[in-house]
């Protein structure tokens, strides 16, 4: 059923108005006046090749996270075992991919396989070896899927933390993507304070729990001999001049508790007004952090952030209800850093910076100044061409290209999208788009009327043989930018975006507006009067 032309003009109408309404605010500096205070608050984000900021790779230590998870298994085990009466001795991770432990009494052989089977089918049991008194020698790892598995969810977790962190500093749009090989591209526009940023993200805050080997010798741990599950490590301490110094210390390589069980930290100054971050667990790591609290006082726990161990205190007794702290004479900056990092969420695994650039915003400017030059004097080529070539029917597709950018600017302003240089080039494409519709359309009329048709025939079988070769078009170029979009980066998706919303305005004023300008002269027209085209 055909739309009456009344309401066809009241839907045009309402898309011009709320195409004003959003880009009116994201193209004009209304900020304190009434209409900055009634119109929406909507703007046209810069990317990082417009506004300047950073990008950075980073590489996320997948080797380390698998042997933490192992170590983790080792310390489930335990426990579970435990439970059921079954002890297991000395969980140890080796190779970053095997877990190593024994099974005290060899009788629970068939009870201990089974607990492992209903209970841990994620790992599989690569060898087990008698000893002389009994005990079962067990060496596990993880099922191939398993792995793969866990090498998925350490990165997929790395770049949530990072977010959260990023989060922090009120980045508008910051694009975070995951790429081959365990690493994650961050691309953070306008940022303005980076050497801060490339402190917080890249400060890795990867926490661990180990026991320190008080029976090493520290002279022969300097010399390189160590216990097998032992390494050497260094505590920070600050002075009260404010120096660092570092005192080298021997610690179990088996990490007992990571900081994936946090759930808050928060600053804090002890009795002698000295910074300090307290912890709290989940439920999960509070049952974990009271057992091995438990089992192991009277021992110094480290307590080891980014492989620096900032204190070891003796556990005095058992330590329930989730709570923990790490000292180390911090500044009160240095511990609200730290807090906040680990609020944001610890790392799965150590990451490291790859690659670090600053974009400076100068060259954003001078490409925003060149990007506008080039779309205006195309923009007016275009105009006057039309113009010249179909008289009054290029009125027409000047006045409704005019209101295809209006809508590619509401529609960058109101979905919060990026504009990047890519971005400036799509919208110039689509400018082109536009007017192609409009040229189809319109030889088709003309072809219409050379065959001796009237105006009003004519321009129903023009626009009716050209909407479907439109939307063919249309529709593959969609498709074409969903794909960009989906497998781009920052700058390529920005053009994806403005290439997008280019077409799906042009489809809307070249196909829907136009006709209403059609319509409405043939409805006013003079009997007889031919159509200028």
Same mark, same amino acid.
């Given at each position: 059923?055909?739309?009456?032309?009344?309401?066809?003009?009241?839907?045009?109408?309402?898309?011009?108005?709320?195409?004003?309404?959003?880009?009116?605010?994201?193209?004009?500096?209304?900020?304190?006046?009434?209409?900055?205070?009634?119109?929406?608050?909507?703007?046209?984000?810069?990317?990082?090749?417009?506004?300047?900021?950073?990008?950075?790779?980073?590489?996320?230590?997948?080797?380390?996270?698998?042997?933490?998870?192992?170590?983790?298994?080792?310390?489930?085990?335990?426990?579970?075992?435990?439970?059921?009466?079954?002890?297991?001795?000395?969980?140890?991770?080796?190779?970053?991919?095997?877990?190593?432990?024994?099974?005290?009494?060899?009788?629970?052989?068939?009870?201990?396989?089974?607990?492992?089977?209903?209970?841990?089918?994620?790992?599989?049991?690569?060898?087990?070896?008698?000893?002389?008194?009994?005990?079962?020698?067990?060496?596990?790892?993880?099922?191939?899927?398993?792995?793969?598995?866990?090498?998925?969810?350490?990165?997929?977790?790395?770049?949530?933390?990072?977010?959260?962190?990023?989060?922090?500093?009120?980045?508008?749009?910051?694009?975070?993507?995951?790429?081959?090989?365990?690493?994650?591209?961050?691309?953070?526009?306008?940022?303005?304070?980076?050497?801060?940023?490339?402190?917080?993200?890249?400060?890795?805050?990867?926490?661990? @729990?180990?026991?320190?080997?008080?029976?090493?010798?520290?002279?022969?741990?300097?010399?390189?001999?160590?216990?097998?599950?032992?390494?050497?490590?260094?505590?920070?301490?600050?002075?009260?001049?404010?120096?660092?110094?570092?005192?080298?210390?021997?610690?179990?390589?088996?990490?007992?508790?990571?900081?994936?069980?946090?759930?808050?930290?928060?600053?804090?100054?002890?009795?002698?007004?000295?910074?300090?971050?307290?912890?709290?667990?989940?439920?999960?790591?509070?049952?974990?952090?009271?057992?091995?609290?438990?089992?192991?006082?009277?021992?110094?726990?480290?307590?080891?952030?980014?492989?620096?161990?900032?204190?070891?205190?003796?556990?005095?007794?058992?330590?329930?209800?989730?709570?923990?702290?790490?000292?180390?004479?911090?500044?009160?900056?240095?511990?609200?850093?730290?807090?906040?990092?680990?609020?944001?969420?610890?790392?799965?695994?150590?990451?490291?910076?790859?690659?670090?650039?600053?974009?400076?915003?100068?060259?954003?400017?001078?490409?925003?100044?060149?990007?506008?030059?080039?779309?205006?004097?195309?923009?007016?080529?275009?105009?006057?061409?039309?113009?010249?070539?179909?008289?009054?029917?290029?009125?027409?597709?000047?006045?409704?290209?005019?209101?295809?950018?209006?809508?590619?600017?509401?529609?960058?302003?109101?979905?919060?999208?990026?504009?990047?240089?890519?971005?400036?080039?799509?919208?110039?494409?689509?400018?082109?788009?536009?007017?192609?519709?409009?040229?189809?359309? @319109?030889?088709?009329?003309?072809?219409?009327?050379?065959?001796?048709?009237?105006?009003?025939?004519?321009?129903?079988?023009?626009?009716?043989?050209?909407?479907?070769?439109?939307?063919?078009?249309?529709?593959?170029?969609?498709?074409?930018?969903?794909?960009?979009?989906?497998?781009?980066?920052?700058?390529?998706?920005?053009?994806?975006?403005?290439?997008?919303?280019?077409?799906?305005?042009?489809? @809307?004023?070249?196909?829907?507006?136009?006709?209403?300008?059609?319509?409405?002269?043939?409805?006013?027209?003079?009997?007889?009067?031919?159509?200028?085209?």
């Amino acid at each position: 059923m055909k739309m009456s032309l009344r309401i066809r003009i009241a839907l045009a109408l309402i898309g011009l108005l709320l195409g004003g309404l959003y880009a009116l605010p994201a193209l004009t500096n209304l900020q304190g006046t009434f209409l900055g205070k009634v119109l929406p608050e909507s703007e046209i984000r810069l990317g990082l090749d417009l506004r300047g900021g950073m990008h950075l790779t980073l590489g996320v230590d997948i080797p380390r996270g698998v042997a933490n998870t192992m170590a983790q298994f080792g310390q489930d085990i335990r426990s579970e075992a435990q439970d059921d009466g079954i002890f297991i001795l000395r969980p140890q991770v080796v190779n970053d991919t095997k877990l190593e432990f024994t099974l005290a009494r060899g009788d629970q052989q068939d009870q201990f396989e089974r607990m492992l089977r209903n209970r841990f089918d994620n790992l599989q049991i690569l060898s087990k070896q008698t000893q002389e008194a009994g005990q079962i020698r067990y060496a596990v790892s993880m099922t191939q899927q398993y792995r793969a598995h866990v090498e998925d969810l350490l990165v997929e977790q790395a770049i949530k933390t990072i977010r959260n962190r990023i989060d922090q500093f009120g980045v508008a749009e910051p694009d975070i993507r995951r790429q081959a090989e365990g690493r994650i591209q961050v691309q953070l526009p306008g940022l303005q304070d980076p050497e801060r940023a490339v402190a917080i993200i890249g400060q890795t805050a990867h926490l661990e @729990f180990k026991l320190v080997d008080d029976q090493a010798d520290i002279d022969r741990a300097l010399r390189g001999i160590l216990p097998p599950d032992a390494e050497l490590a260094s505590m920070h301490t600050r002075n009260p001049d404010g120096s660092v110094s570092q005192t080298p210390i021997v610690i179990k390589r088996d990490t007992l508790m990571t900081g994936e069980f946090i759930t808050d930290a928060r600053v804090s100054f002890d009795q002698f007004n000295q910074a300090y971050v307290g912890l709290n667990f989940n439920a999960r790591g509070s049952r974990l952090f009271e057992r091995i609290t438990g089992e192991n006082t009277g021992r110094r726990l480290a307590i080891v952030l980014d492989g620096n161990v900032h204190s070891a205190p003796v556990i005095q007794e058992r330590i329930a209800g989730g709570r923990a702290s790490i000292t180390g004479r911090f500044t009160t900056e240095e511990a609200t850093d730290l807090a906040l990092v680990l609020r944001a969420g610890a790392l799965p695994a150590p990451v490291h910076i790859m690659e670090e650039r600053t974009v400076g915003p100068s060259l954003g400017r001078e490409s925003i100044e060149r990007g506008l030059q080039a779309a205006l004097i195309g923009g007016a080529l275009i105009l006057v061409f039309m113009l010249v070539y179909y008289s009054m029917s290029g009125i027409v597709a000047n006045a409704v290209l005019c209101l295809n950018i209006l809508l590619v600017m509401a529609g960058l302003a109101a979905f919060g999208a990026t504009l990047t240089l890519p971005g400036i080039a799509g919208i110039i494409l689509t400018i082109g788009i536009a007017v192609d519709a409009n040229v189809l359309i @319109f030889e088709r009329i003309r072809e219409e009327i050379r065959r001796g048709l009237t105006p009003a025939i004519a321009i129903d079988e023009g626009y009716s043989r050209a909407l479907k070769a439109i939307v063919d078009a249309n529709i593959t170029t969609i498709i074409a930018a969903i794909v960009l979009y989906q497998f781009g980066t920052g700058p390529i998706r920005g053009f994806a975006v403005t290439l997008t919303l280019g077409i799906l305005a042009s489809m @809307f004023t070249a196909i829907f507006v136009s006709r209403i300008f059609f319509d409405f002269w043939l409805k006013w027209r003079k009997p007889g009067t031919p159509l200028s085209i």
